[in-house]
């Protein structure tokens, strides 16, 4: 497999491709939702700019997360790990 194709597998595997769609879409939906906003509202058109702005800057940054909290890893806290918290916190609940 070339090395474009391991990279992009990788980034399937990690599901980057679906992080990056719910951002852009989100996104969409946020800076139509403050265009209204801010135009009823009466502000000025640089407060949209500055919205614009903060969504290309944070972008990369939401690729990032997608890439290093990957969701198809299963989690590491289990029901095992938790079933001793869980009993302490009943037994309080019934003592008090």
Known sequence: MSRIGSIAGELRRRRVFRVA?????????????FDLAFA????????????????IVLFPLAIVFGWRYTTSRPTELSVHRLLPVVK???????TS
């Open 88 to 94: 302490i916190l009943v037994s309080n609940l019934r």
């Open 21 to 33: 769609g719910l951002y852009i879409v989100g996104a969409w939906v946020a800076l139509q939702v």
């Open 40 to 55: 009823s509202w009466g502000l000025p058109e640089t407060t949209l700019r500055f919205v614009w702005i903060g969504v």
